[in-house]
Structure formats: structure tokens, C-alpha cells
């Protein structure tokens, strides 16, 4: 703890990072949902110093581009799950947003539909913080007091498809639905049961572009490199950045299907140039990162990896649902989880008491809009280190008065279709906390 307050963190090395004061403290939450891979991974700061020392970046503008952002591409056109897909390098999340956004408007403004100018988004949705996700956003909070924001959005129910399709049929003005395969920062709501397989056909059968947000979904967080494979998406652009460099060094790529892209191609002969792009669009640093930060995934199987530790986050949290100052526990899609607490609870202060009380115990999270407590861990996490994380919240949900309930609550998001509650009453735990969390313990910090 700096003397202003802050926690100053000064390395990392897998699930955890160390604070300047030396004391360790498992990451639960992969710094902002994104490093994948772990922290400390020497690989990944090799590949960004040799690139640096050969040609840190260069424009990718007109017709110049460097080795690593044409590796990067062909190798995210051969991993998105549609045909003959393309790419376009962005510096980040609401970058890419961003692009997107003014994609599908002109994409349809180039195939004679320039009325097609509507986007239809869900509540909850988190879609970045640049102007075109703030007006996107789902999580009034974020919207609020910055001016009119863009007046063609229209904002549906999150998991109601006849909600989506109300829209759809009334207007004919909708350029695209966005949509993250699991909602994240909104509050980790993973889709309902045959949810984005309804939206999908009714985008199709309206002919509105499907965009799949996969800024937190994608490159395997999961259990599938994107969400839109475990769902079959099939989508007309995927946004993604995050675990695209597992955070290492800042960098987002649009995936777009050959259908959006083929107005703007000039190597097929179209006379179309989109004026758009970014300085750092196809950062060569950040692309050798990406390259480097894929062949880890890749070569440890870590999508794979997160497919089986997401049945153990599942049944880790679960259980948490039997406290009584806790409204639902979501987890057991990928390594994505919250915990969120009752209103009561929450307008008596628990979501910041919880982090702080997480804190004293070594593990490091943050609230999200609700107040609910994030849950996303590394892909290096460990199936101990996974029921730390939930031993160090009964604690500390002890700690704060919360009382277990003797009956299951009906309440508990069992979203892999799984049974994840172990018995409240016995508190039966699969594994043994990891006592390496208690290792010096120091005073709170609060
Ligand atoms: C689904 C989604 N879209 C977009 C963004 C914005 O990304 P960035 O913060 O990199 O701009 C985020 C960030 O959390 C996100 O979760």
C-alpha cells in the first residue's frame, strides 16, 4: 500500500502478483479479464524485445505493412469461426467497438440500405468506454451524463428473444444486434438456454449483422477459443482484443466475415476505401506479442484447460449462494464467475467490505456494476488456488455477519446444466484451501 492509498503491485508470476511491500496475492480476477496466460511470462517480453530492437512499429496504412501484423492476420483469419474471415488491428476493446459500429452502418450504406443505421444492444451489455459503447452500453450508470449520446440505439432485455424479435419486426432501420456471447462486466450472465441460438436466426432471418463482442469471451475464456464456437455463432464480425496479448501489451482485432469485408476490398477490384484506422492499428510489437502470447495457449492447451476448470469454479461458488446476504452465484461458464449480494446487502456497504476483507486473505478482485464480485482467474489457475478463492469469500462473508442458510436457495445460476452445489448444511469441499494464501500475513489493510 502506497501513502496514498494505493495498492502499488509491482510483478506477477501465474495466478498471482506480488505488491511492493512483497506480499503475494492470487489474482482473481486476471488483471481486468485479461491475462490469460498468467503473469511473468518471459516468452512474451523476449518476443516484444526482439521486435523492438528489429522494428518497434511502422504505419500499416496505404499499402505498408510489417512481418509480425501479417503473421498475426493470417493467423486470426485461419482461428475465427467464420469463412474467409478478415482482419482489422485495433489498439484495444472499445477500439474495436468502435470500428465495428462504423463498419455495419457503412457496410450497409455501400450495399444500397443507407436507412440501416440502427444498432440493438442488451441490457446489462458492456461494450467499452469510447463514445460508441458508452451510447451501447447496457449499464445505465455509464451512460449517464455525458450529453445525448447516439440517439439510433435501441436497448433490449438481455435474455428475451421475443424481445429482440419485437424490435426486428417492427423496424426496418437495424443495421446490426451486438451482443457478448457471456456478459461480463455488466455482471457475468451467461445466455440462457437456446438464448443466442434464437437471436442468431432471427438476426438471419431479418438480415441484421450479428456481432458477437468476444472482448472478454475471446481466445478461450470459455472453454472454446471464442465464444461463438461453443454457440455456433457463425457471427458477421467478432470483436476482440484483451486475451488476444493475455494484457502484455495493448492491442484488439475485428474479425470480419468475407460478406462485411467485400465492399472494402481493393484487392477484389472495389472501388471503396473506408477512411478508417488508428495509429497503433497493427502495432508491430503488439502483433509479435499476440503471436507469442497464441503459441502459449496453443502448445499448453489452456482453452482445453479452461473447459474442465470451469465445472470446478462452478462448484466452488456455488455453495456461496446459501449466505443470506447473497442474491445468486453465476458461474460454471468458463472461468468467468460473480457473486452477487442482496440489496439489503449491498445498501449496507458488503461489496466493498468483501474486497477488503478478500484482500486481507490474499485474493485480488474488484466489484462489478451491481456490486457483484468478479470472478476470472488466469487460465494457470489452479484447481486449489480456484477453491481458495471461494474458502476466502465464506470467510470473509463470515467475518462481515452474513449467515449460511440451512436450505439450498432455488436461486443458484447452475449454468452449465450441472448440479454444483455441494450440501450448505456440511459445507463439503472438494479440495484443501491453498495455505500459501496466509503465508505473512500482514494487517488489513482497511
Ligand atoms: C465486452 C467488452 N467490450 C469492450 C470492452 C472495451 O475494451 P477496452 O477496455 O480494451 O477498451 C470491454 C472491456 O472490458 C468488454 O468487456
Excluded at 423496424?171 to 451482443?179: K, N, W
Aim: proline share 4%.
Amino acid at each position: 500500500m502506497s501513502r496514498t492509498g494505493e495498492l502499488v503491485l509491482a510483478s506477477g508470476e501465474g495466478a498471482y502478483v506480488v505488491d511492493e511491500s512483497g506480499r503475494r496475492y492470487l489474482d482473481a480476477a486476471a488483471g481486468l479479464w485479461y491475462c490469460n496466460v498468467g503473469h511473468g511470462r518471459r516468452e512474451i517480453a523476449d518476443a516484444a524485445a526482439e521486435q523492438m530492437r528489429r522494428l518497434a512499429a511502422y504505419s500499416a496504412f496505404g499499402d505498408l505493412a510489417t512481418r509480425p501484423a501479417l503473421d498475426l492476420a493470417e493467423r486470426l483469419s485461419a482461428m475465427a469461426p467464420m469463412a474467409d474471415a478478415r482482419v482489422f488491428l485495433t489498439s484495444g476493446g472499445s477500439d474495436s467497438v468502435d470500428t465495428a459500429v462504423k463498419l455495419v452502418r457503412r457496410y450497409w450504406a455501400e450495399a444500397g440500405q443507407p436507412e440501416r443505421t440502427a444498432i440493438v444492444t442488451r441490457l446489462h451489455a458492456y461494450h467499452g468506454m469510447h463514445l460508441a459503447g458508452t451510447s451501447l452500453a447496457g449499464i445505465q450508470a455509464n451512460r449517464d451524463g455525458h450529453g445525448d449520446l447516439d440517439a439510433a440505439v435501441v436497448q433490449v432485455e438481455w435474455d428475451d428473444s421475443a424481445a429482440l424479435e419485437d424490435v426486428l419486426d417492427a423496424r426496418d432501420d437495424v443495421a446490426a444486434f451486438f451482443c457478448e456471447p457471456v456478459i461480463g462486466a455488466g455482471g457475468v450472465y451467461a445466455p440462457p438456454p437456446g438464448y443466442l441460438r434464437e437471436v442468431r436466426e432471427l438476426c438471419r432471418r431479418h438480415d441484421v449483422l450479428f456481432v458477437a463482442d468476444e472482448v472478454i469471451t475471446g481466445y478461450g475464456r470459455v472453454g472454446s477459443m471464442f465464444g461463438s464456437d461453443r454457440w455456433h455463432l457463425e457471427p458477421d464480425v467478432i470483436l476482440t482484443a484483451k486475451g488476444i496479448t493475455s494484457g502484455y501489451v495493448p492491442l484488439g482485432a475485428v474479425l470480419v466475415s468475407w460478406r462485411v469485408a467485400e465492399p472494402f476490398w481493393v484487392d477484389r477490384g472495389s472501388p471503396v476505401i473506408w477512411r478508417h484506422g488508428y495509429t497503433y492499428s497493427a502495432h508491430a510489437t503488439a502483433c509479435a506479442v499476440a503471436m507469442a502470447n497464441l503459441d502459449i495457449v496453443e502448445r499448453e492447451g489452456l482453452v482445453a484447460r479452461v473447459d474442465g476448470l470451469q465445472h470446478d469454479l462452478g462448484r466452488a461458488l456455488g455453495p456461496l449462494a446459501a449466505y443470506d446476504a447473497v442474491s445468486e452465484v453465476r458461474a460454471g461458464v468458463g472461468l468467468l464467475g460473480a457473486v452477487e449480494f442482496t440489496p439489503d446487502a449491498v445498501s449496507e456497504g458488503m461489496p466493498p467490505r468483501v474486497i477488503a476483507g478478500l484482500r486481507e486473505r490474499g485474493v485480488l478482485t474488484r466489484t462489478l456494476a451491481s456490486g457483484a464480485i468478479q470472478v476470472s482467474p488466469s487460465f494457470v489457475v489452479s484447481e486449489r488456488d480456484i477453491a481458495g478463492i471461494a474458502i476466502a469469500l465464506e470467510e470473509t462473508l463470515t467475518s462481515l455477519g452474513a449467515v449460511r442458510t440451512t436450505t439450498q436457495r432455488s436461486d443458484v445460476a447452475s449454468l452449465s446444466g450441472a448440479s454444483l452445489l455441494s450440501d450448505p448444511a456440511t459445507g463439503e469441499r472438494a479440495v484443501a484451501f491453498d495455505d500459501r494464501h496466509y503465508a505473512d500475513q500482514r494487517p488489513p489493510h482497511h
